[in-house]
């Protein structure tokens, strides 16, 4: 009986639940009934706090990824949670506090400071709320493994104070520094940043060497972090211009359109996507519009919400101001997300909605009477690019070369200048740098001076022997035959070459004394040169976005805005008129129309599908009419396309008769000894049969005249709209803009090449009023580009003057 009620006994105990056992004495204060006690951790060893991961984005999956992957660090941050295991249920604990907010600083994709001297300088917007939070600075690079350490230096300077200095010396991998920004440094607007190197090879002291060593820069480890909680917030229009770059130095801007026709508002969203253009002036922009969900912008994006205000009213917290009666633009929360601010674009009707457009844009619509004295890139580099409308000296101080001295081996310094769209002189004229500069006297034989324009070189000029010199007004000339219309980089570089190079010790290489100054009292001299325009010609629209950018009255524009490719051709047409109002530097009036008939005697825009194009429009741009049925749907037959390679490679070879050969020798030494390439032997320019592109282009820009023989059309098409988009976004990037050329220009996607081909003839069309001074030189330069013209004007000139000659003698002498 005994052990009957003991096994009883056991037995009740063993049913009573867990939670109903007493709990341990706690001092702590009471909780509320509805939350659950976190476990205590071990008193012996106390664990680490997990990491925190980030959330995905409303629009995204919700299943977690295998392994977490690194997120932005601007994402925000929800409330912690923790879960009652017998329940199900989660509960609300306090909410972390806010990460601080990272800006990305570099403008481009990628950023290699290389050879022994190299600087790079450009200008980053903030907002004055970020201007006056505590920020640090990170950088990250990774340096050449023949890089020496000892004497190498990586500076980076904000607004000319210096934050970051260090040893060069990350060859195994990518190291990143960080700095405390001393407070009051950073201000509201622009803010120069400045990144230098100062290399030296370990073992090497020989030229050659100097192209192996650099400093690669990270951009997606690159940034300013921002401690206040409101550095993420725009808040002010021109806190547009604080929108920055994401980690490949693109920006993006996302303008959301409520559900409709999208038709009659094409105009409205492409005069907006100017003014935000401008506003943020970034050198990688593109512009999406997007209809159904509004996306939440990430690093370097912006989303706008553009119409009524009762279609946008249920997207935002508040809408901003009296948007149900007035014209309205202002900064909002998102619905979806009220830490994220979008910029709000509104009024009580469509109507209401452009006179919003237009009161942002009149702040920064430059009137075409003021005229630029300088073209800006500063958020791609400082200083500004000054502006040559006529000859003119300009010294190097003024453009950003300041006075330095050099120990190396090779030095290397830019700057860049502007041309205007009727720049006409790249056949005969002739630049000068009036060089003030010193070079020691252990600097011998072989070192020289070489100019580079736009990459081309330009010019070398030997130094003296020995002993040294002080240079003062030394003039090194150079061809502008390389120069374009818009922004041009002038290089020089000091080739200096001594005899303790070829001791090349470990201690000479390390404490070099300086062999080399210059100093910024030099100065460059451009002479007086023709302009008149020479169309059709991609350069000028490449440069300054001309004809569009001095447009008194809209050009029309000629677009498909409605059909299934409507959002992607206006997304497209957004981007570029976005590029070509930085171009400008004001918003380039436009006017959409659908007739080319309209258009006869005016410059104008087509931007499409191949084949919406209207008829008659190709021919006129020396592009084949059969572009709108066969290009896309070119087969290639790889083996076909194989035995073309090796035919077209043996008739290389071996194919040319002897006086082809004969012909191609004879070229080569015109152009080596009188620098005449084959192309100026002719009579006048000629142009090109109706081109047709190749299957692997995805986008082609081509150039025409109007049916009124002196205007210009311009045309932006691919096969299809998909490619036109993505085209476009890489025509207008920075590197891709500067490929623009000739009078036809392809892309090709999978290779991520341009090709420049000729189109048709250019002819002169007059710019500027007429005077005998500018006739001159425009007669002089097309003289030069045509030699056969002007060998044969010679020969006439001889021969008048033999007639002339004849007669006269023919009066006198013994006969009379």
Not at 81 to 106: C, K, M, N, Y
């Amino acid at each position: 009986m005994k052990c009957f009620l003991g096994a009883a006994a056991l037995l009740m105990l063993a049913t009573i639940p867990l939670q109903a056992q007493p709990a341990p004495f706690d001092m702590s204060p009471e909780r509320p009934a509805d939350t659950v006690a976190p476990i205590p951790p071990q008193a012996t060893t106390p664990a680490a706090p997990p990491p925190v991961a980030r959330p995905a984005r409303p629009s995204q999956p919700t299943s977690p990824p295998a392994t977490p992957a690194p997120e932005s660090a601007n994402a925000p941050r929800p409330p912690s949670q923790t879960v009652d295991d017998e329940a199900g249920t989660a509960t609300t604990a306090e909410t972390p506090a806010a990460s601080p907010f990272r800006r990305h600083i570099l403008p481009m994709e990628s950023l290699v400071l290389a050879g022994e001297i190299a600087t790079r300088s450009w200008s980053i917007f903030l907002t004055a709320e970020q201007a006056a939070s505590p920020a640090e600075l990170a950088i990250a690079y990774q340096s050449a493994i023949f890089v020496a350490p000892e004497p190498s230096r990586l500076v980076v300077t904000i607004n000319g104070t210096k934050v970051i200095e260090e040893a060069v010396a990350s060859p195994e991998g990518v190291k990143q520094l960080k700095a405390t920004i001393p407070a009051g440094l950073l201000l509201p607007g622009a803010n120069d940043v400045r990144f230098a190197t100062s290399l030296r090879h370990r073992t090497d002291c020989t030229i050659s060497s100097t192209y192996e060593i650099w400093a690669d820069i990270d951009p997606a480890q690159t940034y300013i972090e921002f401690a206040a909680a409101d550095a993420s917030q725009l808040r002010r229009t021109e806190d547009i211009g604080a929108v920055g770059a994401d980690a490949l130095g693109r920006t993006r801007f996302h303008i959301y359109v409520p559900p409709g026709d999208i038709s009659p508002v094409a105009d409205t969203i492409i005069r907006l996507s100017e003014g935000l253009a401008l506003l943020a002036s970034m050198p990688n922009q593109t512009i999406d519009v997007v209809r159904d969900v509004v996306p939440v912008p990430g690093d370097g994006e912006l989303t706008v919400l553009l119409g009524p205000a009762a279609d946008l009213a249920s997207r935002v917290t508040a809408m901003p101001g009296a948007a149900t009666t007035q014209p309205t633009f202002g900064f909002a929360s998102l619905q979806q997300d009220p830490t994220v601010t979008v910029l709000v674009v509104t009024g009580p009707d469509w109507n209401a909605v452009d006179t919003a457009i237009q009161r942002m844009l009149a702040p920064i619509d430059r009137p075409l009477s003021v005229s630029r004295s300088a073209l800006t890139e500063r958020s791609w580099r400082t200083p500004d690019s000054p502006l040559f409308l006529q000859g003119r000296n300009v010294t190097f101080q003024e453009l950003g070369v300041d006075t330095q001295e050099f120990g190396g081996r090779r030095f290397r310094t830019d700057f860049t200048i502007g041309m205007p769209s009727d720049f006409y002189a790249t056949a005969y004229g002739r630049g000068t740098i009036l060089l003030d500069a010193a070079y020691a006297g252990n600097v011998g034989t072989g070192s020289h001076f070489d100019i580079y324009v736009n990459g081309n070189i330009a010019t070398t000029v030997p130094l003296g022997s020995s002993g040294g010199a002080v240079l003062e007004n030394f003039p090194v000339e150079f061809t502008m035959r390389h120069l374009r219309p818009g922004s041009n980089e002038i290089v020089i570089e000091a080739i200096l070459m001594t005899e303790d190079d070829t001791v090349c010790s470990p201690v000479g290489n390390g404490e070099e004394k300086s062999r080399f100054a210059i100093f910024e009292t030099s100065e460059l001299q451009i002479p007086d040169f023709a302009r008149i325009h020479s169309i059709p010609d991609l350069a000028p629209t490449r440069g300054v976005g001309s004809p569009y950018n001095r447009q008194a009255e809209p050009f029309p524009l000629l677009i498909e805005r409605g059909g299934r490719n409507g959002e992607a051709v206006i997304s497209a047409a957004a981007t570029l008129l976005g590029r070509l109002s930085v171009l400008a530097g004001r918003p380039v009036p436009f006017i959409i129309q659908s007739s080319p008939a309209a258009a006869a005697a005016r410059d104008a825009l087509f931007i499409g599908t191949a084949d919406q194009m209207p008829a008659g429009v190709l021919p006129r741009l020396s592009v084949s009419e059969a572009v709108k049925t066969d290009w896309g749907n070119q087969g290639a037959d790889p083996e076909s396309a194989e035995e073309s390679v090796i035919a077209a490679r043996w008739q290389g070879e071996v194919g040319a008769g002897r006086w082809q050969q004969r012909l191609g020798e004879f070229q080569d030494w015109m152009t080596a000894k009188f620098d005449i390439i084959p192309e100026q032997i002719r009579l006048r320019p000629v142009g090109e049969a109706e081109f047709m592109p190749p299957p692997s282009a995805t986008l082609m820009i081509a150039q025409g005249m109007s049916p009124s023989g002196d205007k210009v059309w311009t045309a932006f098409n691919a096969p299809t709209a998909a490619d036109l988009t993505a085209g476009m976004e890489a025509v207008t990037a920075h590197e891709g803009w500067r490929q623009l050329g000739d009078s036809i220009t392809t892309y090709d996607a999978a290779t991520q090449t341009f090709t420049q081909i000729h189109g048709a003839a250019p002819i002169l069309v007059q710019s500027q009023p007429v005077s005998f001074s500018n006739l001159r030189l425009v007669a002089a330069n097309w003289l030069s580009e045509n030699v056969l013209s002007y060998a044969g004007l010679l020969a006439i000139v001889a021969l008048l003057l033999g007639l002339v000659t004849t007669a006269f003698v023919a009066q006198l002498g013994r006969r009379k």
